[in-house]
């Protein structure tokens, strides 16, 4: 049983890409850790729940024996960014944290998306920047956010929304740019990519973990983005992958087709996260880049997390 002493979290998406070192973070920063995975994990020092978020009655019953201080509540299914799933997402997510505060839950933070904004505006400021999304991800994800503070405020609840932008980093999807370039080099292959001149903001997954992990233990409510606030062309960061390998003559710029609907920039203003939650990262994109090119040198191809 979970000891009196600790500040309780429960965790959705735990063993995904974010979640893994999340958890990890969260440990680091003295909380109890106790996820709810759809089959049982080794969560190490932590608590495994075997509960689908989707469940309502499954996750009612887990919560109240649990009795969480906090909740951090990054699962979601990006199989496809415009599929009605979203919806039942949106309803689970609700739930959740209906049943997080029954239980006696006080502070949530919930993942959002860089992708809830008006894309046009490039350079994205939480209270200025239209919420305009054009997936329904996006919008899923910009009516929970709006639901939930709303709740929070009718009901005495602190809830902020991590608004997350690019991330990269060890045990990624090779669906995703960067592993898909990395691994494409390092198996003698061309690494096939669009023009490059996409402007973008990438943290390294275990900084975004960190700045969940901060934002969580802070008292700042509503969205607050998660980003470095440092432009970065797409080509640059390829460039500096395949540099890293010794293979830049094997990239080929263009060879793919950029969709017609992708922005030119889209960047964070991280002031919030840096003044108010008194977090910045700890890895720089070249730092970051070298650490997930070892990864991938040292682990079998699309090794991933648990799940």
């Not at 606030?229 to 003559?249: C, F, K, N």
């Amino acid at each position: 049983m979970p000891t009196a002493d600790r500040q309780r979290v429960l965790m959705t998406g735990a063993t995904g890409f974010i979640g893994w070192p999340t958890a990890q973070a969260l440990r680091t920063a003295g909380f109890e850790v106790h996820a709810l995975t759809r089959t049982a994990v080794d969560m190490g020092a932590g608590h495994s729940h075997v509960v689908d978020v989707l469940d309502r009655d499954g996750v009612t019953e887990a919560i109240a024996e649990i009795r969480p201080s906090h909740l951090m509540h990054l699962a979601w299914d990006l199989s496809d960014y415009d599929g009605p799933h979203h919806l039942s997402w949106v309803r689970a997510s609700l739930h959740l944290l209906e049943q997080f505060k029954r239980a006696g839950g006080h502070r949530a933070v919930l993942a959002g998306t860089c992708f809830e904004y008006d894309a046009s505006y490039g350079y994205c400021t939480e209270a200025l920047t239209p919420i305009r999304p054009t997936t329904f991800y996006g919008q899923a994800k910009a009516s929970l956010s709006s639901l939930a503070h709303s709740f929070a405020e009718a009901g005495g609840l602190s809830v902020a929304s991590a608004r997350i932008f690019f991330v990269y980093g060890p045990r990624q999807s090779s669906r995703q740019l960067i592993p898909d370039v990395i691994e494409s080099l390092l198996a003698g292959e061309t690494a096939e990519c669009t023009h490059g001149q996409q402007v973008r903001d990438y943290l390294h997954v275990e900084d975004v973990a960190g700045a969940c992990t901060a934002l969580l233990q802070s008292s700042v409510e509503g969205s607050v983005n998660v980003g470095s606030g440092v432009p970065t062309r797409l080509q640059d960061m390829i460039y500096t992958v395949a540099d890293a390998i010794g293979t830049r003559s094997r990239v080929a710029l263009g060879a793919r087709s950029a969709s017609p609907n992708e922005p030119p920039l889209l960047v964070a203003n991280p002031a919030r996260l840096q003044e108010r939650v008194g977090w910045r990262p700890s890895f720089t994109l070249r730092e970051g880049l070298l650490d997930t090119v070892e990864w991938w040198r040292s682990t079998a191809p699309r090794t991933t997390a648990p799940s």
